[in-house]
Every structure is written in C-alpha cells, then in structure tokens.
C-alpha cells in the first residue's frame, strides 16, 4: 500500500498572506535608542590602573588598557564620569569629580575615547570613520 505525503497539501491549503515575507526584527536604534560608544586607547591614558565608568553617578564598566565598551541608551542628556579604580595607588581621591553631559538622540552613535589632562580624566570625540 502507498503511503500519501501531506506535506505538498499543507502548501496548497495556507492562505496567500501565510507565505508573506516577514518584517524585520526592531533593533535598538529603531525602537529609539542611541549608541555611545566609550574607548580607551593604549596610549592615550598610559595609567596601569582601571578606570570606572559612571553613568548617572553608577558605575556602569571598568576598562582596562586597549578595551571599549557601548551602551544602548534612551535619547535625552547622559551623565558621565570617569575616575580611577582599584586598591593603592590606583585608589581615587576625596577630589569631587566631574560629569560630562552627553545629549544623545535616537538612531546616534557617539564615539568617545578616554583623555587625560592636568585636571583629570575626561571623554574626547572619537574621529567618525566615514
């Protein structure tokens, strides 16, 4: 006896719009977000010590020589501050530190590399590849 294969009837039976293609996933740009993107170049901080990352006054990443990091984040003013972490020498001061405002939009990547002055650290625009 022969077997029938339903499987060519299933394609014969699905309705016209059940073969529609399908849209796109959202990704975060799309859904309103923006992307900062935060480096710390090798020779740029030439410090053995980690450096925090805070935004909104959390500590949100450490970086260590050569490392980066990014963050989706909502549109509107984001506040960073970078400061020196770890034990000893690397220990921060009682000196307040200073944030940085970054108004950021949707559907933006912002780049950032981290720079040392006489008055600390703080965030330098990156050069955008284009």
Partial sequence: MR?????WLAVLVLPPWALAEVPDAKTPQSDGYGVLI??????????????GLYLQDQLA???????????NLPPGTVSVRL????P??????IAQLKS???NLRAGEIRKYRIA??????????APTSR
Avoid at 38 to 51: G, K
């Fill in 3 to 7: 077997r029938f294969n339903l499987s």
């Fill in 38 to 51: 935060i480096s710390r170049e090798r020779l740029e901080v030439a410090n053995p010590c980690d450096i």
């Fill in 61 to 71: 990443a450490r970086l260590y020589q050569g490392q980066s990091v990014s963050f």
């Fill in 83 to 86: 400061s020196l972490v770890g």
């Fill in 88 to 93: 000893g020498i690397c220990r921060p001061g």
């Fill in 100 to 102: 940085q405002l970054i």
């Fill in 116 to 125: 040392l002055s006489t008055e600390g650290l703080y965030l330098l625009a």
